[in-house]
């Protein structure tokens, strides 16, 4: 018995490794609903967001044309460049990447925000980029440095909208918190604050040169505001430093008892407090613009010449304005002005109406001109110019049912006219996915949905053939030989459709009384079996019978007999050997029946809620189950006993699958996971994650290689088994280092937040784990450059080899450059002030060779200021900082020359071009 347990003992301490699943594709989703908006690359491209992923679509064909892949969570917001060659994409997890859509490349990554980003927008120029996000802070980035510059803070809930300002350095900025305020990018304080609402602004648009605000809440209005600049805007902002600069002295003067200065300070106290009440800008309510559609303004757009507004609501309708120009004004102003007169004159009034009596109504400058009432409930929308109609405009409406639709909109003199050109829908379902089918040889995907059935390539993701006359389809099957496929509805009905014409073959109203949850094939593949909500198992069988329409032989089903049962059927299973029938029903239980007799031979208890899913081993040993009471339970099938019963979710499982041969089970639930587990020691594996809403099907492949999943955010994931070895003890630790990073920046962010407190200014960087490991990279580059200085054995460190460096120096400044802009910052904050000293020399070095010049000079500058204090008073800095002050200016200087050069060279050339095309043979 000893050796028995050492045995024993022994197998327990072997690791067992497993092969790793990845995920593969993704696809069926044409917009999703959480992103906004859905943007105009140009006049026939444009940008959807598809989860995590961003789809660029040709409204000529109609079709993808390609997709910007990302690990990130899901996409939030869009926004292009000014040129259109830039798509600015900010995900949930509060980052912000800039995309060459062309190429598909992942150019820059800004990471500042803790939560998700909900506005983006360029400068006129873009090389300015504006950030506002739910953890209520906006934050200006630098596109060329590739760094951000600030944060600006001040309002109390979620940034809904930021807008540069073209003629002034102002950000204008709209939140939940019913705010609207304007900041000043010069000195980054907000200058004006508009507190007319008292609801959440959603949204806002600027006109007439800035002069005029639209803005639009959670009511019925849409209220203009009139914007007065003072004339000198730069001298309005030395009043407020004077303002600030005045009433530090008082304070200080206060101080003293003299009672003189105390009536002096109160005289200049009075005179400060009037200075700033003049703020450099003030805002009066215009008046109200009544929406005709209803539900809440979540969007405004305004059209490229600035005469056409479109309000979004949170419906399916689009309400349009047009906005009258001067022209147009007058004779509206002289046709008001001919209507009175002819009034007084019918009532015989001598006197008669002038021009300066008639008032203008707000309707008279922003008519109602039409309203659009989509298929679906709108999203987000965007407008784009048609460069052959100065009148037209292209709108783009994306909607919450996975399809987006772009009409032509055309200016008439009294209205505005609007034709849909495009609508994109088959590349995806309308409703969420309620079942899905593999064919044999893992090339097809069947999906049903509430209306339709689709057929999809899983390599490419195309899809194939569309069924409309489907139905609502609960369950379905591909029958083998890949040409056919059998789907059940919530209805009861049976229906056999040819795969290859999208025709329906076959369909049987009466197959059963209520909705066919679920559908199984004979291991034989001679027929099937179906489990219906009507207490009833049907078992069917294919047949081949002549057709007088054709010339070969169709594929028909027959029914063979029936089984009924005591409580409704929710999901039917054959084991391998088709000797046993296992039924899963509505009162928790799971009946297995012979099944050539259909006698009973286990009734298997212990669920505690119905179980909605069943899969069997291919040694016919063992049976899984998966339940509404979030369990995953493994019987044997030789006495029925309960082996394990694992509280593997959230929320309901979904579906169970044994992977091949093997007894790894594969369990998916509504809690959006999907799970693998090892029914043989008990044990979890693997967790993949990455839908966004409750996997509602899956099904694994013949061979376990292949798992699809199909969800309730209208998406289609392909998981493939690779060759990589997984450790279920190294998972374990790298899942909790990381819960354990997560909450260390968590901390650090709320300890940041109180720290600064209510600061309008702080700084746009937050701390992670990549700016934790970026330092780590730093600190170890230090670390092998100072050490390789001292070697004296000739070998060189093996880094220095890997990264092809010659010399120590060359692979700090190697691992220097491949650090992220964005994150430079913290790195250097992050770094012990022991190393501070070696690397300001080699950063000098780098300045004085001039490589990385830019670079190695925000580096010195960085750690200036940020060790400024310590650095003074340490001796052994002096000399360092004399040999950075007689090298940078002259290299600094240098670099300035060339780029003054090269930007001269670039504008001459950009003129000989105008000329030479100018010229007219």
Not at 31 to 55: H, I, M, Q, R, Y
Not at 545 to 561: D, P, Q, Y
């Amino acid at each position: 018995w000893k050796k028995r347990e050492k045995k024993g003992k022994k197998r327990e301490m072997v690791i067992r490794n497993y092969l790793r699943y990845e995920g593969d594709t993704r696809y069926g989703v044409i917009s999703s609903a959480e992103g906004k908006p859905a943007v105009f690359l140009d006049e026939n491209t444009v940008a959807t967001p598809a989860l995590e992923d961003v789809n660029i679509w040709n409204l000529k064909t109609r079709e993808l044309t390609s997709r910007l892949y990302s690990e990130k969570e899901y996409v939030t917001i869009l926004c292009v460049a000014p040129r259109g060659d830039r798509l600015a994409v900010g995900y949930q997890s509060g980052e912000i990447q800039v995309w060459d859509y062309a190429t598909g490349e992942s150019m820059i990554v800004f990471s500042g925000h803790r939560s998700p980003v909900t506005s983006l927008c360029f400068n006129t120029t873009g090389t300015l980029l504006a950030s506002g996000s739910q953890d209520t802070d906006i934050i200006v980035w630098d596109i060329v440095n590739e760094s951000g510059l600030y944060r600006l803070r001040g309002h109390k809930g979620p940034v809904h909208q930021v807008l540069f300002c073209t003629e002034r350095n102002l950000l204008v900025s709209c939140s939940k918190d019913g705010l609207v305020k304007f900041w000043d990018l010069d000195t980054q304080h907000c200058v004006h604050t508009l507190v007319g609402h008292r609801e959440a602004v959603t949204d806002f648009v600027l006109l007439e040169d800035e002069t005029k605000l639209i803005t639009g809440s959670t009511d019925e209005e849409l209220r203009v505001w009139v914007i007065e600049y003072n004339k000198d805007f730069s001298e309005a902002k030395m009043v407020l430093n004077v303002v600030e600069e005045g009433m530090n002295g008082i304070e200080e003067s206060d101080e003293n008892n003299d009672v003189k200065e105390g009536e002096e300070n109160a005289e200049k106290r009075a005179k400060l407090s009037d200075l700033a009440a003049r703020s450099p800008i003030t805002t009066t309510l215009y008046g109200s613009i009544i929406k005709k559609g209803q539900g809440r303004t979540l969007s405004l757009r305004v059209s490229k010449g600035s005469d056409m507004l479109i309000c979004h609501n949170s419906s399916k309708e689009i309400d349009l304005f047009r906005i009258r120009t001067q022209e147009e004004l007058v004779k509206r102003k002289a046709r008001i002005l001919k209507g009175k007169r002819k009034k007084l004159k019918e009532k015989g009034d001598e006197e008669t109406a002038t021009a300066e009596a008639i008032e203008m109504k707000l309707t008279d400058f922003f008519p109602h001109s039409g309203r659009i009432v989509c298929s679906g409930v709108v999203t987000s929308i965007d407008i784009h110019a048609i460069e052959k109609d100065e009148n037209s405009h292209k709108l783009l409406v994306a909607m919450n049912n996975n399809a987006f639709e772009v009409f032509i909109l055309t200016r008439k003199q009294k209205e505005i006219e609007s034709t849909r050109s495009t609508f994109v829908s088959q590349q995806g379902h309308r409703k969420p996915i309620r079942s899905l089918s593999l064919s044999s040889d893992s090339s097809l995907v069947l999906t049903t949905s509430n209306s339709s059935a689709k057929l999809w390539n899983r390599i490419n993701g195309q899809c194939i053939l569309t069924m409309d006359g489907a139905g609502y389809g609960v369950s379905c099957l591909i029958v083998p030989g890949n040409r056919h496929a059998l789907i059940g509805t919530k209805t009861g009905e049976l229906k056999l459709y040819d795969l290859t014409s999208g025709e329906c073959l076959d369909c049987i109203d009466d197959a059963h009384e209520q909705s066919i949850w679920s559908i199984a094939l004979q291991p034989d593949r001679q027929g099937f079996v179906t489990g219906s909500a009507d207490k009833s198992v049907k078992f069917w069988q294919f047949e081949l019978i002549e057709s007088e329409e054709s010339l070969g032989k169709v594929l028909t089903i027959e029914h063979v007999k029936t089984l009924q049962m005591t409580d409704e059927v929710t999901s039917v299973c054959f084991t391998y050997d088709q000797q046993l029938l296992c039924i899963a029903l509505l009162d928790n239980t799971v009946k297995v029946v012979y099944n050539d007799t259909l006698k009973p031979f286990l009734s298997l208890y212990g669920h505690k809620l119905p179980v909605v899913c069943m899969a069997v081993s291919k040694d016919n040993t063992l049976l899984a189950t998966g339940s509404a009471d979030k369990n995953v339970k493994i019987w044997g099938l030789d006495f029925g006993d309960c082996h394990k019963s694992f509280r593997a979710h959230q929320d309901t499982v979904t579906s169970v699958a044994f992977a091949g041969s093997t007894h790894f089970v594969f369990s998916t639930s509504k809690d959006r996971t999907i799970k693998q587990w090892d029914a043989d020691s008990f044990r979890l594996i693997q967790t993949l994650e990455g839908h966004q809403q409750g996997i509602s099907c899956a099904e694994l492949s013949d061979k376990g290689d292949v798992l699809i999943t199909g969800s309730h955010d209208k998406s289609i994931r392909t998981w493939l088994r690779t060759k990589e070895m997984l450790n279920v003890e190294e998972e374990l630790a790298v899942q909790r280092e990381q819960e354990y990073e997560d909450e260390q920046t968590e901390q650090e962010g709320r300890e940041y937040r109180a720290k600064t407190g209510d600061d309008e200014v702080a700084a746009p960087t937050k701390r992670s784990s990549e700016t934790l490991k970026a330092a780590e990279r730093l600190i170890e580059a230090m670390d092998v450059a100072l050490a390789e200085e001292e070697n004296t054995s000739g070998a060189p460190n093996p880094l220095l080899l890997a990264f092809r460096a010659s010399s120590p120096s060359h692979f700090l400044e190697i691992v220097l450059i491949k650090l992220r802009s964005s994150e430079i910052e913290q790195s250097l904050m992050l770094l012990p002030f022991k190393y501070v000293h070696p690397l300001l020399s080699y950063l000098c070095q780098f300045v004085k060779e001039e490589r990385s010049v830019e670079r190695s000079c925000r580096c010195i500058f960085f750690l200036m200021k940020l060790h400024h204090n310590q650095i003074s008073s340490t001796a052994s800095f002096l000399v360092l900082v004399e040999r950075l002050r007689a090298t940078i200016p002259q290299v600094l200087q240098k670099q300035k020359d060339i780029i003054g050069y090269n930007s001269a060279t670039v504008r001459f050339v950009q003129r000989q071009i105008k000329e030479h095309s100018s010229m007219k043979l």
